[in-house]
């Protein structure tokens, strides 16, 4: 690999989008005001919400967004843009206005996470990046929800740093997963930097190494304060807790007996072999951790079953999103600048009814009873409409219309706020700590039909009148007249 001195996050996106910066800039167009939104199309793993997270990478890759020297070079040698373009991307900064939801926030399908509005060619640099880091993040971060929802409020440690793809994924997906609900990384980086909190037990090896268990146990013990024994390597119940019991004994109060870990076999039916043999032999406090392959659904069963697991450490099926690999965010122009220098609502038609995207620069509002602090629901209006001043609300299904209801005595909150205004970063970003917090106050909030994580109620994410109006204006609009977005033709 080529190591570069300079090397920055600006070429970090797809040639078309940097091909299509070139093309406004030839043609005078580069300045026009567009808004362009980021939302995914379907909640993923059959859940009913997701957990917004990547709010912290995008701002520091926002801050840090300029086109070094050798990225210039490699534009101009292997890609072939001319110097003077080349010289406007040397002195050009992101100029723009990014209002998001709050890091953690919980998100619906077909709303906006976040929306970028600015001159068009700064909007469309910036695309991939902000959709590679809330696609990976939103999806781990709504997998860990997934997870700890099954594990019932039990402590889940993230064990998926060897499994993750590649060292990055391991990085930011441990912070993701803690925002998520997970209560630990084994990821030290991951620690270190965030300030997760870092566990682990010991693997195999170490048993295998001293080729005893009973020894391996005891240089472990005689070398750690707090112990978690890992039992399974030759035979849990014969003979792994019997050595942790015996080095625990023999160390007494030099160690804290925190527990053993089970890694393979039947680990409901081990589990309650164990305890048992933990509690007679007078450690009823030691805890019962398992691992092997796990995720939301067996932590289920197990749970059914009536294992006696106290602590789940969960690897693969977290940090890759086994089950559903990608959330399938999008990044969609809402509306541009026409040649009066007014903005115009613009969506792309297509055969798919479901993938119209709704027009206009939105905001969302979410819904709640006076006297209540369940959401009843979201609103999604134009920028300029203020639910929360309005007496009543009639809300209804964008699709089938005939659902709808009239809402009184309500609170309506907007959930995107502004964190950059004209380039410049205007909100204080809240720690990892307070995030992971308003998770779980959030989510505690929501309607246990709409957390549930086998087939939830869908939560009504509803269009205001105005804004389905425009909607269906605009599809009229386009099918019958070729756009004119009065963009210079050069
Ligand atoms: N009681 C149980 N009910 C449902 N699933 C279980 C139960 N006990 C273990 N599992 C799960 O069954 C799967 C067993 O996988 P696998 O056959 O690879 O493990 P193993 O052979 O016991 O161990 P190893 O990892 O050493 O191969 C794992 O996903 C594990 O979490
Ligand atoms: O199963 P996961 O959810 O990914 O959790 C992490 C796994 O990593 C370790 O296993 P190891 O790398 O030694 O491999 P193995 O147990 O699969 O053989 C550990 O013992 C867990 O089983
Ligand atoms: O600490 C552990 O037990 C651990 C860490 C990573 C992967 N598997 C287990």
Redesign the pocket.
């Known amino acids: 690999m080529i190591r570069y001195d300079d090397d920055s996050l600006a070429l970090h996106t797809d040639l078309y989008e940097i091909n299509m910066a070139y093309t406004y800039w030839k043609k005078g167009n580069a300045d026009k005001k567009a808004v362009f939104e980021v939302y995914y199309r379907e909640n993923p793993f059959g859940m009913g919400y997701t957990i917004f997270a990547g709010l912290e990478r995008i701002v520091d890759y926002i801050n840090n967004l300029t086109f070094t020297d050798s990225d210039l070079e490699y534009l101009k040698n292997e890609i072939g843009f001319e110097e003077e373009f080349l010289e406007y991307l040397r002195h050009w900064k992101f100029r723009g206005t990014i209002r998001s939801m709050h890091e953690g926030e919980i998100a619906f399908a077909e709303e906006p996470l976040m929306q970028v509005e600015g001159p068009i060619l700064d909007c469309q640099i910036i695309e991939t990046a902000l959709l590679n880091v809330i696609n990976y993040q939103t999806l781990i971060a709504t997998k860990a929800s997934k997870v700890k929802t099954a594990a019932e409020g039990d402590t889940v440690m993230e064990f998926g740093a060897r499994r993750a793809q590649e060292m990055d994924a391991s990085l930011w997906g441990a912070r993701a997963a803690y925002i998520g609900g997970v209560e630990s990384t084994s990821n030290t980086r991951a620690s270190k930097v965030f300030g997760i909190p870092a566990s682990g037990t010991h693997a195999h090896s170490l048993v295998q190494a001293y080729r005893d268990e009973y020894k391996a146990f005891k240089a472990y013990g005689e070398t750690h304060k707090d112990c978690v024994f890992l039992v ?1 390597t030759y035979d849990s119940i014969n003979s792994g807790v019997p050595n942790a019991i015996r080095v625990a004994n023999e160390l007494g109060d030099k160690i804290n007996f925190v527990g053993v870990r089970l ?7 081990q589990s309650k072999r164990v305890r048992e043999q933990l509690d007679e032999a007078g450690y009823p406090e030691a805890k019962i951790f ?1 691992s ?4 939301a659904t ?1 932590i289920q ?2 749970k059914m ?1 009536g ?1 006696k697991i106290d602590v789940w450490g969960v690897g693969t099926k977290l940090i890759t999103a086994y089950d559903q690999p990608a959330l399938g965010a999008v990044y969609k122009i809402v509306s541009v600048e026409g040649n009066d220098e007014e903005m115009y609502p613009t969506l792309k038609l297509t055969a798919n009814l479901s993938k119209i995207s709704t027009p206009g620069k939105k905001q969302i509002w979410r819904i709640r009873s006076n006297n209540d602090t369940k959401p009843e629901g979201d609103l999604v209006t134009l920028e300029h409409e203020r639910p929360d001043l309005e007496d009543e609300l009639f809300m209804f299904h964008p699709q089938y219309t005939y659902i709808n209801k009239t809402v009184t005595d309500f609170i309506a909150r907007p959930l995107l706020k502004e964190v950059f205004v004209d380039g410049k970063q205007v909100l204080d970003l809240p720690s990892l700590e307070e995030i992971k917090q308003y998770t779980k106050e959030r989510l505690s909030e929501q309607y246990e039909e709409h957390r549930r994580i086998l087939n939830p109620e869908q939560y009504p994410v509803d269009l205001s009148k105005e804004l389905y109006d425009i909607k269906v204006d605009t599809i009229n609009y386009y099918r019958e007249k070729p756009i004119d977005a009065g963009m210079n033709e050069g």
Not at 292 to 295: A, E, G, I, S, V
């Open positions: 399974d890694d393979s076999g039947d680990l409901s039916y398992a092997n392959d796990l995720d067996t069963s197990l079953q294992a």
